[in-house]
């Protein structure tokens, strides 16, 4: 399928791409078209044309993130705020997210009170080997100072491309602007890029400037 890539945002780039060399597999929520060790790097201006360009659920990925950072895990918290993609967990999330997210506003306390250009602040999420609902698709967040900037630095190891990374490059965003220093860049290294299948039209059209809904698979 041929798509005005000149056009493209960068994200969208990273879609056509999955679309157009990735290969298949097979796992337990089912068959995606997928590539490893991909990187996506966008600067504020990028963002801001994914999130206007690509339909995400602002409202509600906001709210999430403020359970996440309060670290609520009862799945009827995020019921209440219209969130029901979690509601397979019922009722408690066990070891994802809230667990790790918990530290995040301490963290960017400290960033806003020393802002040290020499010192690498980072979140590790999702420690293996433990029970756990799902795993976290994100493993590490690494926030830098350099020539006064701030650069963001996400390690992934899965992000299902077409409906979740745009909802983790918006909440990343989110948490950049929490920090008082002007934004360089969000970068995302991502171990397995994938597309389910039963998404892959979908996300074909959603290049073609179509309005689209995607499914989820949990």
Not at 2 to 13: F, G, L, P, S, V
Not at 84 to 106: G, Q, R, S, V
Not at 117 to 131: A, C, D, P, Q, R
């Amino acid at each position: 399928m041929t798509y005005n890539n000149k056009k493209m945002n960068k994200y969208y780039k990273l879609l056509e791409k999955i679309i157009s060399n990735g290969k298949k597999q097979t796992n337990k929520k089912g068959d995606i078209t997928y590539l490893i060790n991909e990187s996506l790097e966008l600067n504020e201006n990028d963002i801001l044309r994914v999130l206007k360009e690509h339909p995400i659920a602002k409202k509600k990925l906001s709210s999430e993130l403020e359970l996440y950072c309060s670290g609520i895990t009862s799945v009827k918290e995020y019921n209440a705020v219209g969130i029901t993609w979690w509601d397979y967990c019922y009722p408690e999330m066990i070891n994802t997210y809230p667990t790790y997210f918990k530290k995040l506003p301490a963290l960017i306390e400290k960033i806003n009170k020393e802002k040290r250009s020499s010192k690498n602040y980072m979140l590790f999420i999702g420690e293996t080997g433990v029970e756990t609902s799902q795993l976290p698709c994100l493993s590490l967040m690494q926030f830098q100072i350099s020539e006064g900037r701030l650069h963001v630095t996400i390690f992934q190891r899965s992000a299902d491309s077409n409906l979740g990374l745009p909802s983790d490059i918006f909440q990343a965003y989110l948490i950049s602007q929490k920090i008082d220093i002007t934004l360089g860049s969000i970068t995302f290294f991502i171990g397995n890029a994938h597309i389910y299948d039963n998404n892959l039209i979908k996300t074909e059209q959603l290049l073609k400037g179509g309005k689209v809904k995607f499914e989820l698979n949990v």
